[in-house]
């Protein structure tokens, strides 16, 4: 009992990975796309309480609402309203080609782990993230990304607002069923 | 931050607006408005492009401005000029080839005006934060305009393509972005330059988030192993959007190439040179050899392309300022005469996929004079012949690399661009010397506008060919000013 | 103590998994997911070291980049959508209609 309290956030840091990990592992592996999407939903939780232990409470909320809820539910969606057999009956879903692949993928693996093992990561410092203060009140983290967010990130915050803007142009243009269109009129003058 | 600040960054925030506006008009005026709606689009970038004159330029120097998001120099202004350029040139191309397609013009303009947008910022970036997103912004919009078409199978195509390589890069770029910013402490331009600069020997972590961020900006640029995504992605897309993609977003991502690489990283400069170096050589020997085997024209000028990218790479390897001004007006020369090229390519699509095979071009000397002359005038500029621009930018690149001691770079460049002749004749041939009679040659479309913009290129080609000291000079007095070191 | 090198490693091994996830799967959906994984990757990253830093500008990286996630994940799903209904298929290994 007292190793586990002792060593309480080793402990949940380990098991919040692992389980991160084989989420992971499940998205890339799953035949089914639907055991795919939920083995991501677990990835995503996952990260989100990763990012609770690293004083990020805001953006776990935000990878939860935004992920686990917008993207995950999005992604269901697509799959059940284009009927799953579609999707996957082909027998072999791997590419010819996935041996050399996953080979490329751990050798980049490697090399990234070798850079980050032999170089070094700046210098730590500076007030925690949890105590940043404004005119000389603490603040809370939620608190604290707000100000810095509207104040000296305002301007790719802006542009981000239009980048949504356009995603929902996009799956209009893309997803819309339009009359006209499909009767297939001037689609063979083109 | 109050709300005086916010003026240099008015052009932006309209060309947003005027976008919005568009494409609210749109639904109203459906499939009969394409020409209302590209036209309000057209003077929307017009606009832009007075406020930008008006609002966006430095006084004095460089200045930081908003939060050190964006900065305000000539090199930004240089860009926006050119990417705003691009954007009506493309639009007005579209008009036509919109209006004989079952699609409509309103999110079409409204998207390119959004992509527009998103350069822009992508010029002018301080940030790496401010600079992904403004990428991201662009590169969104134009995966949409690829995949426009979306009943063609080859524009669907095209799109997915494109979206999931993309998609890929902007993920290496990101993961890139993470480890500069845990090696070196901040997403600042200056403050990266500062760190790297301080630092006695470069750290491993750190020269890994370089080379990421390198492979993210070179797909982007797409430079040879990460170009893949181009050659389907312009054979697939509807040919003005090809036009568009092939010059606006390769001279934005030029732009953040510049800014990070010869602005923030360039303390380091040694250290990833040579990976350019290589990748450059890579690029023009494997580009040019490609282009000589294609039949589909779209495919061909995808390759070409590819290899101007790799001329363009050069400029970034010699890493002097002679380098930096070399590749920005390269960029310039190279907008004009692609999409002047293009403008041909949409002329004579007048039946299905016509004027995208070689022979399409037969005998058009003939029936075409005209026509027939504007076409070699594009294809002697990409060759890099004089009197045309493309020597002149040529000159100038490869000058930068030899000052630079890069004098082998320079011959295989030289070498590659000989072997361009090949390609770039098999059309000049097939115009002049043969009469195509028994190919039944591809009938050019009457298009007034088109035929007036690819007169503009045309205009624009051989002036800076014959007169290039006005816009050398601008380009010059934009390195005083990289606003970074 | 769990320090960034932890999150450095954790981010590594989902960044790799979904390079290979892109690399190896056919179905569109399933790279779009991989997809998703590296922008995580690139996330736990961020936070590990605005923590570290205590610079709270990773995180805002981080929402911006949670924010263009979701929509590439509109688009590419958009794109889906629009592949089904011409093609019957979503296996990128069927897009071969251009060649050379």
Redesign the interface.
């Known amino acids: 009992m007292a190793f586990l309290v002792a060593h309480f956030t080793q402990i949940v840091f380990y098991v919040l990975a692992l389980l991160a990990v084989l989420g992971g592992i499940g998205v890339v592996t799953f035949k089914n796309p639907v055991h795919s999407a939920l083995s991501l939903l677990g990835t995503f939780l996952m990260v989100a309480g990763l990012f609770v232990l690293r004083h990020a409470e805001f953006l776990a909320a935000v990878q939860v609402l935004v992920y686990a809820g917008g993207i995950m539910v999005l992604f269901l969606f697509v799959i059940m309203l284009v009927n799953v057999k579609k999707l996957q009956p082909e027998a072999v879903f791997l590419s010819a080609q996935a041996p050399m692949a996953v080979l490329a993928g751990v050798l980049v693996g490697a090399?990234?782990a070798?850079?980050?093992l032999?170089?070094?990561?700046?210098?730590a410092g500076g007030v925690p993230a949890a105590l940043q203060t404004v005119d000389g009140k603490v603040l809370g983290n939620t608190e604290a990304v707000g100000w810095l967010l509207y104040?000296?990130?305002?301007?790719?915050f802006?542009?981000?607002s239009?980048?949504l803007?356009?995603?929902m142009?996009?799956a209009?243009?893309?997803g819309l069923k339009s009359a006209?269109?499909d009767r297939?009129?001037?689609?063979a003058?083109? | 931050?109050s709300l005086s600040d916010f003026i240099p960054?008015v052009p932006e925030?309209f060309l947003?607006a005027a976008?919005?506006g568009i494409?609210l008009a749109g639904i109203t005026l459906g499939?009969k408005g394409v020409r209302t709606l590209i036209g309000s689009g057209v003077a929307a970038l017009i606009v832009t492009a007075v406020l930008v004159w008006v609002f966006g330029r430095p006084q004095g120097g460089p200045q930081v401005i908003?939060?050190?998001?964006?900065v305000l120099d000539n090199l930004a202004v240089f860009f926006k000029l050119i990417m705003i350029a691009a954007s009506i040139i493309a639009l007005i191309m579209s008009a036509g080839f919109l209006e004989?397609?079952?699609?409509g013009g309103g999110?079409y303009t409204?998207?390119v005006l959004?992509a527009t947008?998103?350069m822009m910022?992508m010029a002018s970036g301080a940030?790496?934060?401010?600079l992904?997103?403004?990428l991201?912004?662009m590169a969104?919009?134009v995966?949409?305009l690829v995949?426009?078409?979306?009943?063609?199978?080859?524009s669907?195509?095209?799109?997915?393509?494109y979206?999931?390589l993309g998609?890929?890069s902007s993920?290496?770029l990101?993961?890139g972005?993470?480890?500069v910013?845990?090696?070196?402490?901040?997403?600042d331009l200056r403050g990266i330059h500062q760190?790297l600069a301080g630092m006695a020997k470069l750290?491993?972590?750190?020269?890994?988030g370089i080379v990421l961020v390198g492979f993210g900006m070179l797909f982007k640029v797409a430079i040879v192993p990460f170009h893949v995504w181009t050659?389907?992605a312009y054979?697939?897309a509807p040919t003005p959007v090809t036009a568009f993609i092939s010059v606006g977003p390769k001279a934005a991502a030029f732009a953040m190439f510049l800014r990070i690489f010869l602005g923030a990283f360039e303390p380091n400069i040694a250290a990833w040179r040579t990976v350019m170096w290589v990748a450059a050589a890579a690029t023009m020997i494997f580009a040019n050899t490609a282009a000589l085997?294609?039949n589909?024209v779209k495919?061909m000028l995808a390759y070409s392309s590819i290899a101007h990218a790799g001329y363009a790479l050069m400029g970034i390897v010699a890493g002097t300022a002679m380098g930096l001004w070399s590749v920005m007006l390269y960029m310039l020369i190279y907008t004009f005469m692609n999409l002047g090229a293009f403008g041909f390519v949409i002329l004579l699509e007048s039946?299905?996929y016509a004027g995208e095979t070689i022979q399409d071009y037969a005998g058009l000397a003939k029936r075409h004079p005209a026509a027939a002359a504007g076409m070699l005038v594009f294809m002697l500029g990409l060759a890099g012949i004089p009197p045309t621009a493309g020597f002149m930018g040529k000159l100038y690149v490869f000058a930068a690399a030899v000052q630079a001691g890069y004098v082998g770079l320079t011959v295989i460049a030289v070498v590659m661009s000989a072997v361009s002749l090949f390609y770039y004749f098999r059309i000049v041939v097939q115009m002049y010397l043969h009469d195509g009679e028994e190919d039944e040659p591809a009938e050019l479309i009457r298009d007034r506008w088109v035929e007036a913009m690819i007169f503009v290129c045309v205009a624009a080609t051989l002036f800076i060919g014959v007169y290039p000291g006005p816009m050398v000079g601008w380009a010059r007095a934009g390195i005083s000013a990289l606003g970074l070191g | 103590m769990i320090g960034?090198m932890h999150y450095?490693f954790l981010?590594l091994i989902l960044?790799v998994l979904?390079?290979i996830g892109?690399m190896v799967r056919k179905n569109?959906i399933t790279?779009?997911m991989s997809?998703e994984l590296?922008?995580n990757?690139?996330?736990l990253?961020?936070i590990?070291?605005s923590d570290?830093?205590s610079?709270l500008?990773?995180q805002?990286?981080a929402i911006?980049?949670i924010t263009?996630a979701a929509?590439?994940a509109a688009?590419?799903l958009g794109?889906i959508i629009?592949?089904l209904r011409?093609?019957d298929t979503a296996s990128?290994d069927d897009?071969n209609?251009?060649r050379?």
Do not use: C, H
């Not at chain 1, 104040?151 to 790719?156: A, C, H, I, K, S």
């Not at chain 2, 908003?66 to 964006?70: R, S």
């Not at chain 2, 910013?181 to 997403?187: A, D, E």
């Not at chain 2, 750290?203 to 890994?208: E, M, Q, V, Y």
């Open positions: 090399l990234v070798f850079g980050l032999a170089g070094k990561l700046a210098a104040r000296q990130y305002l301007v790719p802006e542009v981000v239009v980048v803007l356009v995603a142009v996009g209009i243009v893309f006209s269109l297939g009129e001037g689609r003058e083109r | 931050m960054f925030i947003a976008g919005l494409l499939k908003l939060g050190g998001m964006l004989r397609s079952p699609y999110e409204s998207l959004f947008v998103g910022v940030n790496l934060a401010s992904y997103v403004g991201e912004l969104l919009s995966y949409i995949g426009y078409f979306k009943l063609e199978v080859k669907n195509e095209a799109a997915v393509k979206f999931v998609a890929l993920g290496i990101v993961y972005i993470s480890l910013y845990g090696t070196l402490g901040t997403l760190a750290n491993w972590a750190a020269g890994l050659p389907d054979e697939g085997t294609q589909n495919r039946r299905g | 960034a450095v981010s960044f979904g390079l892109v569109f790279v779009l997809l590296i922008f990757a690139a996330n990253n961020l590990a070291f570290r830093f610079s500008s990773g805002i990286l911006f980049i263009i929509a590439e688009i590419g794109l629009a592949l011409l093609k990128l897009a209609e251009m050379g």
